[in-house]
């Protein structure tokens, strides 16, 4: 299995539940258990499961769903557990690859025995990574607006997706909407929101022992971050006008409005891997240590995510002194490097006796001076990362060399109605969590000068890449030595 086959990262905490796919096997038949985004279970009777195919049990789910064909590309089958998840191709047998999961997690995972012994994987229905987001906006089956609306707001909630407060609050705002009906001041439905908030916001901005919507309370409480731009965000959703049941078909509406605001984040719709980065040298004894990073990679690009959690008291803030426990949160994570393909290079590397590294290269600047900047990814998933970056690049290749044929081929039939193309409006506040942050990187920078690699002076000492890279397809611009500031390697 390799990266065109397979995706592997790391779940979300709310993710991690054991759960089994096989129910019970027979001689001839088992039921088989899949997993939509919202945790509900399509079971299926299979025949001869040793051997039926991801591809088969696509189309038994697509059936029982009473889904569109669209579904079938807009969707696949993954093996899910809390240490690893692969995104199955249509030849993929399930069942064998459950049997070699152990097998797996010690090639793909940094997972003790233990951890492996206990590790179970469940077949789950979700997005397919290949799938193109400008053909997610042509679909308007209310069903399958909602699977991709369940699934991105799992990841929103369980911050894989990092994002502004703002649009926390405006995502938020939709879920609301969706599940509590209208706004309607007063209603005792917003009362409640409270004791569910974190159905709404991410858990880093649910803070126990406030007052949610102290309007609503009559109370002076102060609210925690994001609620009351949550209440303000709620009232400003957009309702149809219409009958009843009109309302109640406006919900793939939301479902849309819902799945364009993730389509402004970058990593929309990526596959997650996990690594670690080199922190930049600090304080008096120039000390940098390692960062574990979640590496997104999409048919657009690659982003590294600070992939970090914090533990926070679970008691009671409002003055009762009552500590009752700690628990786990995902933190406010933020890019700490965002690229399109045509804006790096890459390479990975598996020497024996060292860690597996995938190299990014990419421009940057060291005090003004233009470099190139190679950045270390240390992962057991390098090699999966690697070959789906070659997969999307040779889809996203293959895409746009059909785009002369179908213009030469002239009008022969009406296109169904899509969006013209626009320029996706991107998330570029001072300060936003998805806008790079290199100065939290520790990268190698270099340039070049015809005659051979000339290293950029570190002000501090730090040790650089000494094997030579074999750079893959793409793009990027090397840099001549302008001064003094260079050395020769």
């Known amino acids: 299995m390799d990266g065109a086959e397979g995706n592997t990262g790391q779940l979300g905490p709310a993710e991690r539940s054991h759960r089994s796919s096989v129910s019970s096997v027979g001689a001839r038949a088992a039921d088989v258990l899949v997993y939509l985004a919202d945790d509900t279970v399509v079971p299926l009777a299979v025949e001869n499961l040793s051997s039926v195919s991801a591809h088969e049990l696509h189309r038994a789910v697509h059936e029982v769903l009473q889904l569109p064909d669209v579904a079938l590309e807009a969707f696949a089958l993954w093996l899910v557990s809390p240490l690893l998840e692969v995104q199955l191709k249509p030849k993929?047998?399930?069942?064998?690859?459950?049997?070699?999961?152990?097998?797996?997690?010690?090639?793909?995972t940094d997972a003790t025995d233990d951890d492996v012994a206990m590790d179970e994987p469940s077949l789950q229905f979700r997005r397919n990574v290949f799938f193109p987001k400008r053909r997610e906006l042509q679909i308007h089956d209310e069903e399958v607006l909602r699977l991709f609306y369940e699934e991105?707001?799992?990841?929103?909630?369980?911050?894989?997706?990092?994002?502004?407060?703002?649009?926390?609050?405006v995502l938020g705002a939709l879920v609301c909407r969706v599940q509590l009906g209208p706004y309607q001041p007063g209603q005792p439905a917003a009362c409640t929101l409270r004791e569910k908030l974190d159905s709404f916001l991410p858990a880093h901005l649910c803070k126990r022992g406030h007052g949610l919507f102290a309007a609503f309370r009559g109370r002076g409480a102060k609210a925690g971050p994001g609620e009351q731009g949550l209440l303000n965000a709620y009232r400003q959703v957009k309702e149809a006008t219409g009958s009843e049941s009109e309302h109640e078909a406006a919900l793939g509406s939301h479902y849309r409005a819902y799945l364009l605001k993730?389509?402004?984040?970058p990593f929309y719709g990526c596959a997650f891997f996990h690594g670690e980065v080199d922190k930049p040298a600090q304080g008096f004894l120039h000390r940098g240590g390692r960062k574990p990073v979640t590496v997104a990679i999409s048919l657009e690009g690659v982003h590294v995510i600070d992939s970090k959690e914090k533990v926070e008291p679970d008691g009671d803030p409002?003055?009762?002194g009552s500590l009752i426990s700690h628990v786990l949160v995902p933190a406010?994570?933020?890019?700490?490097?965002?690229?399109?393909?045509?804006?790096?290079?890459?390479?990975?590397?598996?020497?024996?006796?060292?860690e597996p590294v995938l190299w990014l290269e990419f421009d940057g600047d060291s005090d003004g001076t233009p470099v190139n900047k190679l950045l270390r990814i240390y992962s057991k998933q390098a090699e999966l990362?690697?070959?789906?970056?070659?997969?999307?690049?040779e889809l996203s290749q293959a895409a746009e060399s059909t785009l002369p044929q179908e213009s030469a081929s002239g009008p022969q039939e009406a296109p169904s109605p899509s969006p013209p193309p626009t320029q996706r409006p991107k998330l570029r506040?001072?300060?936003?969590?998805?806008?790079?942050?290199?100065?939290?990187?520790?990268?190698?920078?270099?340039?070049?000068d015809g005659k051979g690699i000339k290293r950029v002076k570190p002000k501090r000492t730090t040790s650089f890449f000494s094997r030579q890279l074999s750079t893959s397809q793409g793009s990027y611009t090397v840099v001549q030595p302008t001064d003094d500031s260079l050395e020769q390697s």
């Open 385 to 393: 990362m690697s070959g789906l970056i070659e997969y999307c690049i």
């Open 318 to 320: 409002a003055g009762s």
């Open 152 to 169: 991105a707001k799992g990841n929103v909630l369980t911050a894989r997706y990092p994002c502004d407060l703002e649009d926390c609050e």
């Open 262 to 265: 993730c389509h402004e984040l």
């Open 92 to 108: 993929h047998q399930p069942y064998k690859l459950g049997r070699q999961w152990p097998e797996l997690l010690l090639r793909f």
């Open 429 to 448: 506040r001072q300060g936003s969590v998805v806008c790079s942050r290199l100065q939290h990187l520790s990268t190698i920078d270099y340039v070049e």
């Open 332 to 354: 406010a994570q933020h890019v700490l490097l965002g690229l399109r393909f045509q804006e790096l290079s890459w390479d990975h590397t598996s020497p024996e006796e060292e």
